[in-house]
C-alpha cells in the first residue's frame, strides 16, 4: 500500500500541522517539490504511469514523494511512537492488526473488537499519508510507514527513542504479491503489466520505495546497531510461529505479556482474530472498501489474497526464481541475514 496514499496536497498538510509549523516552511517544501519533480529520474510504474527517483528510492510522483518530503521536513516525532516499517506487499496489514491488538488488549474485548468492523489499514495509519489529526493522536501513537529508513528524518532515527517494527519477506513472494495487487489498482486506461515487465523492474530496484534489497537492507542494519529501538521481523517465521513473535513483539514494545494472561491465553486469542483466515472472512473484509483519497478506493478484499509462505514460485519460471536468488544473495552477502530458496 503505497503510491494510492492519500494525497497529502497543500490544505491537507495545512490542516494537519495548523499551528504547529509556519505556513511558510510548508510553501517552501511545496516549491521544493514543484521544483525537483521535472528533473527526477522516471520510469515505468505498477500503478501509476511513472515512478520518479528520489534519494536513490522510486517512489510514486504525488503521493508517495510528497509524502516522504513532507515527512523530512515537517513531521515532528514523539518518544513514544511506534512506527509499522514495511516494504509493501510484505506483510502491512497483519502487523498492522497484531500491534494494534496487542497494544490494545487491555482495551478492546476479542467479542467485540475494532478488528472484527474494521480493515487493519483502518485502525492504524500511514504517516506519510498526514492524517489529519496525528498531532492529536494520543501517545503512544503506532502508525506505518513504507519509508526506508535511511532516508527518515533524524528526529525519528536518532534524536528521539522512537520504536520500530519492520517486516521482510521473501522477495519472490513480495514481488508476485505486488504484481497481483497493482494490476488490479492499476487505472483502466494503461494497458495492465506482465508478470515480465514487473519482474524485470523488480529486479532493477524499480518499485514502489525500491530497491527491495536496499530497504530490508537499512532496517537490518538498524537493528543490528540498535535492537533496542528497532525489532526485525520475517513473515515466514510470523507464519511457522505467531505466538513466539507476538510475544516477542509485546516485550520489544513494552507491553510484555504476563504469566497470568500467557496461562488464560491471551496471545493465542490475538493470533487467531488477526490470523488470514479469520479476517479474510469477516463482512468488511470481504465486502467494504477503504477510501484511500477522492480518487482512489481499494477493496478491502484486495488486501487479503493467500497469505501464504513460497506462492510466488508458482508464478515465477526456474530462470526467474535463479535469477532473483541471485540478485538476493549478492545483495545481502556478508549482511548475516538470509531468505529461503
Ligand atoms: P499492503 O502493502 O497493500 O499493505 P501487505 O499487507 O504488506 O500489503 O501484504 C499483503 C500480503 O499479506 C498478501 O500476500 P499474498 O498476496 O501473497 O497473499 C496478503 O494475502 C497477506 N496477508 C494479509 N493479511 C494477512 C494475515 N492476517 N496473515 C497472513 N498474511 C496476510
Not at 505556513?23 to 501509476?48: C, D, F, V
Not at 467494504?288 to 480518487?295: A, I, R
Request: net charge neutral; aromatic share 12%; hydrophobic share 35%.
Amino acid at each position: 500500500m503505497d503510491s494510492f496514499l492519500p494525497s497529502p496536497d497543500r490544505d491537507a498538510i495545512s490542516k494537519t500541522y495548523n499551528g504547529q509549523i509556519d505556513s511558510h516552511l510548508i510553501q517552501k517544501t511545496n516549491a521544493r517539490y514543484r521544483e525537483i519533480l521535472p528533473n527526477l529520474p522516471r520510469r515505468k510504474g505498477w500503478m501509476t504511469e511513472h515512478l520518479v527517483q528520489y534519494q536513490g528510492v522510486w517512489l510514486t510522483p504525488n503521493a508517495a514523494l510528497k509524502g516522504l518530503m513532507w515527512v523530512q521536513d515537517h513531521f515532528k516525532p514523539r518518544s513514544t511512537d511506534i512506527f509499522l516499517a514495511t516494504f509493501p506487499k510484505t506483510g502491512t496489514t497483519w502487523l498492522k492488526a497484531l500491534t494494534f491488538t496487542t497494544v490494545n488488549r487491555t482495551r478492546y474485548g476479542f467479542a467485540d473488537h475494532p478488528l472484527l468492523t474494521t480493515v487493519p489499514h483502518g485502525c492504524l495509519p500511514f504517516l506519510e499519508a498526514c492524517p489529519n489529526d496525528l498531532d492529536g493522536f494520543p501517545s503512544p501513537r503506532l502508525l506505518s510507514t513504507h519509508i526506508p529508513y535511511t532516508l527518515l528524518p533524524n528526529s525519528m532515527t536518532v534524536n528521539q527513542s522512537c520504536r520500530f517494527v519492520y517486516i521482510c519477506r521473501d522477495p519472490k513472494d513480495v514481488l508476485v504479491s505486488k504484481w497481483l495487487f497493482m494490476n488490479k489498482l492499476r487505472p483502466k486506461e494503461l494497458a495492465p503489466i506482465s508478470l515480465e515487465e514487473a519482474f524485470e523492474l523488480f529486479c532493477q530496484g524499480i518499485s514502489h520505495y525500491g530497491p527491495y534489497w536496499d530497504h530490508v537492507l537499512g532496517y537490518w542494519k538498524a537493528s543490528l546497531e540498535s535492537p533496542e529501538k528497532v525489532l526485525f521481523l520475517k513473515y515466514e517465521e510470523l507464519k511457522e510461529e505467531p505466538s513466539v513473535v507476538v510475544k516477542r513483539l509485546g516485550e520489544f514494545l513494552g507491553y510484555p505479556f504476563s504469566l497470568e494472561e500467557e496461562s488464560k491465553g491471551v496471545v493465542e486469542e490475538i493470533v487467531k482474530l488477526c490470523s488470514f483466515e479469520n479476517l479474510s472472512n469477516l463482512e468488511v473484509n470481504k465486502s467494504s472498501v477503504l477510501k484511500l483519497s477522492t480518487q482512489i478506493i481499494v477493496d478491502n478484499r484486495h488486501f487479503f489474497r493467500k497469505g501464504k509462505v513460497g506462492d510466488g514460485k508458482s508464478y515465477l519460471t526456474d530462470e526467474m526464481i535463479k535469477r532473483i536468488n541471485e540478485i538476493t544473495s549478492e545483495k545481502l552477502l556478508g549482511s548475516g541475514l538470509v531468505f529461503g530458496s
